[in-house]
């Protein structure tokens, strides 16, 4: 047996051993994939052509090994047990048509879930971030990752990690936040869950995608180096050493001038050589072409493909371009050193063989399908299943966020008789997907296909809540940013609100690609009001005199006009998936307690941006500027159908060594008389530093169990010193002795208990190995000891 199929062995022996053995051919046909799509027959995949693709020959290709297959599910409807046996067939035609018998590794997009038909449709990433729920998010990802694996499947393209500093960017949708420490902790969760299941997961956009100028998409990045290092590289710092991810994805945008995938300081120097980063470095998909065709950096394709080599990229997505020819001409001629490619190559494999794909006994086949034909396999593999919907009925739950509320919600068991639900998301069924949701990426463009799964539009699923009650509907304007305030739709919906009990707005967006949709890849927002003729339809209804609670489906925060001071109740949601209807349904009857937390702010008005909650003083209202940034509702808030009490704030000493740490405790009441869930974050002010810091970050956070009326927690917190730390004026991180605040707050904008410590010593420099978390702990407390209570470990 050769050393290279030899499973005892490291993986990196394996890759060493049969590295030696290729030819120059056959390493680079390791370091790209084919975007194919998969038959809907159970047969062969074919190449999908892409408008930014050349022809691709596999035949030509194959007797020399192929890296990667792209996207055999996610590019046309397929039944998902039919691709599973059109993947494998393919897979053995890989193997046996290279001398080492080598298969693909195969990736699929999985932002919302697995993008296939047919596949359970979560919440989007700004949902997972509103949960403030990391451990829910690991459990959904995992759900995810095992449907990947149940199908051949091995790298999942997820998650983003970029921190939202602008909310008029289209990809918002696809974010966790903006705070990179909320982004950070929830997309370690979600990579250990895909990475508990076996698959390779992808931390994208490395790095500063989010900050392009204006909100646009694939725009030029104008940062400077604090920023970069305290806002946008954290969350990739926190993946990369707690995750166990094994595949980094380069941004598309360039820095200062640099492009991401040409940069050797961010993809060896940094990720690798300081962070230990060990896996692979993927492209995003067309990035290193770009390198010529969009910044210029590059002359040609083979000095593209040698400047991505050089900066640390592996593998080029979705198909061979550079790393074709070109590639293959610039090693002959001198312009790029082969020892480039060994070195990515060495990667690649070492990751195959993690995966079993050298094993001796490698099966392309699906356990649960072997043995199966292809013309007895359709409808055998279920990935939606009961237990996925389970999982995405708990996402959409813990996301609802609950803006506003006079007491109108939640609604009485007598519900109003006659329920008005008006506005362009009132019966669209996609209105709840993101754009990388299977429906939305790719059913769009075969709109004879069925669905694949069942969405339940508001309106069917506020006539399920309200049995009792009429539901009456009227979409007002037909499409989420359609003008048409002249329409016979636009009158017959406020005619329908004046006789009406009720009327349930149903705002937000439709998800699209590139200038089809509100929100999405390439669909940025020139401000923050209301797509459309929106804005103009609720002030309408408003108009009637009929109580208006506005709810929205949405990938970004908007600018809510007169309805911050007017409507009853306010409920966002973002995107919340298969299950987001219910779960949106069910907070307004009540049978949901709400307990979602912006994970973004909603801002005030349409045009202050970019901003958000992690400004310094001058990003705040001044008496200079007749622009007020301040947010209608701040990063982090979140009613619910009760109330709670924060007392008896306790600081274990309010003196600590730059390397020490503080203690703090609070206790948590629920003072109301119903059950609900708070959520307990800690931000740092620092009023004086040597350079400007923003006003307040979050540093710490947890969700407490459900309590009941009268139930209280003492919730206890270490805060390291090193959580004070930033990049000082050399470049270098450091933490400053001074005074410090630790605010426990219910949200970025209402701080309850606050702490008053002071740091002492010397100034110390910190690196990659600080400590990254507050260390939180709560106990229930019962009756006695003085009203302080009997503490019970949870």
Known sequence: MPAWRDASRTAQARADALLAEMTLEEKISQLFGVWVGASAEGGDVAPHQHDMEETVHLDELLPY????????????????????????????????????????????????????????????????????????????????????RSVGVHQGLAPVLDVVRDARWGRVEETIGEDPYLVGTVATAYVQGLESAGIVATLKHFAGYAASRAGRNLAPVSMGGREFADVVLPPFEMAVRESGVRSVMHAYTDIDGIPSAADERLLTGLLRDTWGFEGTVVADYFGIAFLKTLHAVAGSFGEAAGAALAAGVDVELPTVKTFGDPLRKAIADGSVPESLVDR??????????????????????????????????????????????????????????????????????????????????????????????FPVHVGSRTPSAPLGIELPTLREALAAEFPGSEVVTAPG????????????????????????????????????????????EGCDAASLALPGAQEQLLDALLDTGTPVVLTLLAGRPYALGRAVRESPAIVQTFFPGEEGTTALAGVLSGRVRPSGRLPVSVPGGPGAQPSTYLAPRLGQATEVSNLDPAPAFGFGHGLTYTTFDWSDLEVGSELAATDGEFTLACTVRNTGALPGTEVVQLYLHDPVASVVQPVQRLIGYVRLPRLAPDEAVRVRVRVPADLASFTGREGRRVVEPGDLELRLSASSTEPRLTARVTLTGPVRHVDHRRSLHAHFAFSTLHAGDGGRGTATEQ
């Open 65 to 148: 090994g192929l890296g990667q297959l792209t996207r055999p599910f996610g590019t046309a409807p397929v039944d998902p047990a039919l691709g599973a046996l059109s993947l494998a067939r393919t897979q053995r035609r890989i193997a046996a048509a290279n001398r080492f018998g080598i298969p693909a590794l195969a990736h699929e997009e999985c932002l919302a879930g697995f993008a296939a038909w047919g596949a359970t449709a979560y919440p989007v990433p700004l949902a997972w971030g509103a949960s403030f729920d990391p451990d829910l998010v690991r459990r959904m990802a995992a759900a995810i990752g095992r449907d990947l």
């Open 477 to 520: 304007l037909a499409e989420a940013d359609a003008t048409d305030t002249g329409s016979e739709s636009f009158a017959a919906a406020v005619a329908l609100a004046r006789g009406a009990d009720l009327v349930v707005a149903a705002l937000g967006d439709r998800a699209g690609l590139f200038g089809r949709g509100t929100s999405g």
């Open 344 to 437: 990515a190559a060495r990667r690649v494999l070492a990751q195959k063989a993690e995966l079993g794909l050298l094993d001796e006994d490698w099966d392309p086949t699906p356990p649960a399908l072997a043995g199966v034909t292809a013309d007895r396999a359709r409808a055998t593999v279920d990935l939606d299943r009961e237990s996925n919907r389970e999982l995405a009925r708990q996402v959409a739950e813990e996301s609802v966020v609950l803006l506003s509320n006079d007491g109108t919600l939640p609604l009485a068991p007598d519900a109003p008789a006659r329920i008005a639900v008006i506005g362009p998301n009132a019966e669209t069924p996609t209105a709840v997907l993101g754009c990388y949701s």
